[in-house]
């Protein structure tokens, strides 16, 4: 042999129980280290488990509440957008078109920054966010400002308002794109029915285009027409509850006056009430019937009164 150890040289260099037991000592460490970070583990996850639980029966309710909105939200904007896209493409409007598309950007750019905004709550502002400008506002010091003191630490912590001017931007962005595109596809509408009015005069329109369009032009007049009934309908029932309403009212105040004049009427014929020599032929009181007569008169004057000053308001 040239290098090296031999069999029996290792052995005898191994075969050592301090070595050995030193070994097994720091494996039985390493191994306690384990198993203790493994139940640290599972017993976190089984406490987020159960809290998670709890949380989860606890607000099923309203997440299911917050999951139908959102559904019903969902659908009404689906519906929405397909019915304007339907209709620019019926009237082949280009601008139309594009007034739909920038509504659809200035929405999901609302969405992505309320979304942001939520969830800058739970895990904070990362890449994915939306750019955020700061425009902060520090009352501490505005009111040291305004009563010329000195605001301390108070006057580094504000508010950022940003998020409040970007959303009414958004708002208003869509308030305008919508009202141009409407207007664009009434223009184009207008156009359209221009087209075929020239066309049907070049070409000449049959007789059933002319039958079904006097058709039409019939069935909307009647439905004009029902629609002024039926609010015709309408204010009248609303005039004759009114006046059921007068009625029962002037009938209460009647029966109350008459209901006083009967207890005075009652009281004064009470004996012992006439003792110092008064002339109750004079200064009797009024009969039931003149009590009611007065209350009658006075409520009806109150009812016109009112009617008048609502005459002339709505006049106004």
Known sequence: RTHGYGTDELARMLDKKELINALAYEEHRQRQKDDEARRRYQFRRSVVVAVGAVLLVMFWPLLKTAWDVASVNFVVYTDRKRHEASTCYEHRSGWGALGVLCMFGVDMLSLWLSASILMSWVIGRNKYSFPMPSIPVRPAALLAASTGGNAGALGQYGINVAPMVITWVFRWSSGKLERWTGKALVNAQKRRRKEEKIRR????????????????????????????????????????????????????????YASNAKNAATAAAAPGENEEGRDDDAGGPLSVEDMRAAAAAAAEARIKKERKVTESTAFD
Do not use: D, L, V
């Not at 309408?234 to 509850?241: D, F, L, P, T």
């Open 201 to 256: 005069k070049k070409e000449g329109e049959a007789p059933w285009e002319k039958q079904a369009r006097r058709e039409a032009k019939a069935k909307r007049r009647a439905e004009r027409e029902a629609k002024q009934q039926e609010e015709a309908r309408r204010a009248a029932g609303a005039e004759e509850a009114e006046r059921a309403k007068r009625a029962e009212e002037i009938s209460k105040t009647t029966e109350r």
